[in-house]
């Protein structure tokens, strides 16, 4: 039986170009792109390569505002099937408590999947928590910092290869089960003009509100959330010397360099 | 290769002002067109000075000045002459304005829009790898391993064109015939802009310095206020540039934001974005010879259709024309019968017709006097030494005369003085 793979993602700032706010301790976003978080682009990956190995279908889902289609539309654009955005005003400013509810809420009404794949972490907070509290909603076994996965048909498990600091681990898991994918596994593919064609002529990007699912609006959105960043506090600046050496010759500055040293104790010969 | 079903009338390359702006026509016309960018979002890849002017883009979009993201009329013209730490400036303010300032990149999104709210469809982040043909004739794209077909395609591919050279309709760029753009924006609160330059809100200045600012390079320098940051940037040709800096190039961009005239305006300001691109200079070196082939027409940067006016360049209006012009000239090709070479003809005919052409023509000497080394070097030293001896006054005081014929002693002769001038307006 071939798969159905359900793959997470999320529409994040593009965290290479935002500052902090140094007042309030917040992320300034205005003007900034958004971009799909690149981790999560490594388990499209994943899930597209077992698309290409075994068969099935990939649908993306995201929780996000509107303007996340954009996002939606690249993955479809490297393969994925077809993709669903949960998105309400009653779901903004959710933790990764109350997104991970949304997220198993849509995936318990696509009902029909085998694995789903999430990203590594996010880069604009990086808790890694998503996969896990996925699980945990569903009652699935989890994986993570997985490198690998093979496939087998007869008994419909998956062989999970699993990166540790010094080894690898290798797991038989039943399906369905949920992975997360270890950042930099493997490179994205890029984009096809026939898929993303698809993406914008033809009906295959879904957007679900809380209406659409069978949610408690308790445990969504702000309301949901019982995490709370009570302050933010900024590593305070060292001052540091500043000594630039403007000659070409590079015995000197070897010299210059070691004598800087000298002096300043860092050093002794 | 796969050929993909879908097809379409026309299929744009590039989704810059010029590509957006025939996509826009061409859907409006009600023909199905296909944008492609190469960019993560149109106009990523475009740069500019930073002013456009408006009047050509009233003619293409309705509402143009009420929509678009316009950030603020340039009511403030500098043009200044520059000699070691002086500059002699003239200065001039109206309330009647042509131009404005923007972010090119907000400007393109805009454009490419309108185009999908006409009906085209736009898809980023494809690069097209050539052009697709047909029994001789271009009825497509190739984008890696695929084929996606149309009627015609426009090439608006900008100033690097690959696709162009790919088909041998354009040679490799030489260094000579372009121009090299270098450009910061720098961040800075509006209220401070406008106690900085004189402005009141939504008033801009367009600041060009010539002289001591390209590091003896012929070229000049910008400045361009926007809405919340400012725009400066230096023009060097590209030939000169190579030969003779041995350093890396936003080097120039960082001496001159250090200028000792302008350091006071930036020395708040936070780098918001460092841009480099090519401009094209030469129009008679660039220009293909023809603009139209059997289902291809090409439009803005990629023709070479940008006027270098000396103190002024137009690209953006030039290049949304001439897009402006080609999804025209489709929708008479189509009527008579599809967009053979033939039928395509008129499409070179209308922009030769249009101010397009005609200023081309007007200013083509232009790019012959960027090579004219005293304009860049000897008269803004003259016109300062000049000045100073007006100004700087101590127990003697200078007449005009005698203060002219001092600051060119030993520099330039009189007859080279008015031979010049009558030269460069004439040129100009």
């Given at each position: 039986m071939p798969l159905k793979i359900i793959v997470g993602i999320k529409w994040v700032p593009n965290t290479t170009s935002v500052n902090i706010d140094p007042k309030t301790g917040t992320l300034i976003r205005e003007g900034i792109p958004s971009v799909v978080n690149p981790h999560d682009l490594t388990a499209v990956e994943m899930a597209l390569k077992l698309k290409d190995r075994y068969g099935g279908t990939v649908t993306a889902i995201s929780m996000a505002p509107p303007s996340a289609l954009a996002g939606l539309e690249h993955v479809i654009g490297m393969g994925v099937d077809r993709g669903i955005l949960a998105s309400d005003r009653a779901f903004a400013g959710a933790d990764t408590l109350a997104t991970s509810y949304v997220l198993s809420k849509v995936i318990e009404k696509i009902g029909e999947y085998d694995l789903i794949i999430m990203g590594h972490?996010?880069?604009?907070?990086?808790?890694?928590?998503i996969g896990a509290q996925v699980a945990s909603w569903l009652r699935l076994p989890y994986v993570y910092y997985a490198v690998d996965i093979e496939y087998n048909e007869q008994d419909r498990s998956i062989i999970v290869r699993r990166m540790l600091e010094n080894a690898y681990e290798t797991y038989k898991v039943y399906l369905p089960a949920v992975v997360s994918i270890a950042m930099h596994t493997y490179e994205p593919r890029r984009v096809k003009v026939s898929n993303k064609l698809r993406a914008k002529t033809e009906d295959v990007i879904q957007v679900w509100t809380s209406k659409d699912l069978d949610i408690?609006?308790?445990?969504?959105?702000l309301r949901g959330s019982p995490t709370v960043v009570s302050a933010i506090d900024f590593v305070p600046k060292v001052p540091r010397k500043n000594l630039v050496f403007k000659e070409r010759d590079p015995k000197k500055a070897a010299k210059w360099l070691i004598d800087q040293l000298i002096q300043e104790g860092l050093l002794e010969l | 290769m796969k050929h993909i079903e879908k097809r379409f009338d026309a299929i744009v390359v590039g989704a810059g002002p010029a590509g957006a702006t025939a996509a826009y026509q061409l859907a409006k016309m009600g023909y199905k067109t296909l944008l492609l960018e190469r960019g993560r979002t149109p106009g990523s890849k475009s740069m500019f000075g930073g002013r456009v002017y408006i009047r050509p883009l009233k003619d293409i979009y309705e509402d143009f000045e009420k929509k678009a993201p316009i950030h603020r009329w340039v009511k403030k013209e500098r043009i200044s002459l520059v000699y070691d730490e002086s500059a002699t400036t003239i200065e001039y303010t109206s309330n009647k304005t042509t131009s404005f300032t923007t972010y090119l990149t907000q400007l393109s999104h805009w454009m490419a829009n309108q185009a999908v709210e006409q009906g085209a469809i736009l898809l980023t982040e494809i690069r097209v790898d050539r052009l697709y043909k047909e029994d001789g004739r271009y009825r497509g794209v190739v984008v890696e391993d695929e084929v996606v077909k149309s009627d015609v395609v426009i090439d608006a591919e900008g100033i690097n064109r690959l696709l162009l050279e790919r088909e041998g309709i354009v040679e490799k760029l030489s260094p000579d015939h372009v121009a090299l753009g270098v450009k910061e924006v720098i961040k800075l609160e509006p209220d401070t802009i406008n106690n900085l330059f004189g402005l009141d809100n939504n008033e801009g200045l367009s600041w060009i310095l010539m002289g001591d600012v390209t590091d003896g390079i012929p070229g000049g320098a910008f400045i361009y206020t926007n809405r919340d940051s400012v725009s400066l940037g230096i023009v060097v040709l590209l030939g000169e540039a190579a030969r003779r800096i041995d350093r890396h190039i936003y080097i120039l961009v960082e001496e001159l934001r250090n200028h000792p005239l302008l350091y006071k305006y930036f020395k708040d300001g936070r780098i918001m974005e460092y841009s480099t691109h090519l401009i094209p200079e030469d129009p008679s070196r660039l220009m293909p010879k023809k603009l139209y082939y059997d289902g291809l027409m090409i439009v803005g940067d990629a023709a070479?259709?940008?006027?270098?006016?000396g103190y002024t360049y137009r690209g953006v209006d030039f290049a949304a024309y001439s897009g402006y012009i080609a999804a025209k000239a489709y929708e008479k090709a189509h009527g008579n019968g599809g967009a053979s070479e033939e039928n395509l003809k008129i499409y070179q005919k209308m922009l030769e017709e249009s101010f397009v052409m005609k200023m081309l023509r007007k200013f083509s000497s232009v790019s012959r006097l960027m090579k004219k080394e005293r304009l860049f070097s000897t008269y803004p030293q003259l016109i300062n030494l000049l000045a100073s001896k007006l100004m700087h006054i101590e127990y003697d005081s200078y007449k005009l005369k005698e203060a002219f014929d001092e600051a060119r002693k030993g520099r330039v002769g009189l007859i080279h003085i008015i031979k010049d001038l009558w030269e460069v307006s004439r040129k100009l």
């Open positions: 972490e996010t880069i604009d907070s990086s808790t890694a928590h408690d609006i308790n445990c969504a959105g | 070479g259709l940008l006027l270098n006016q």
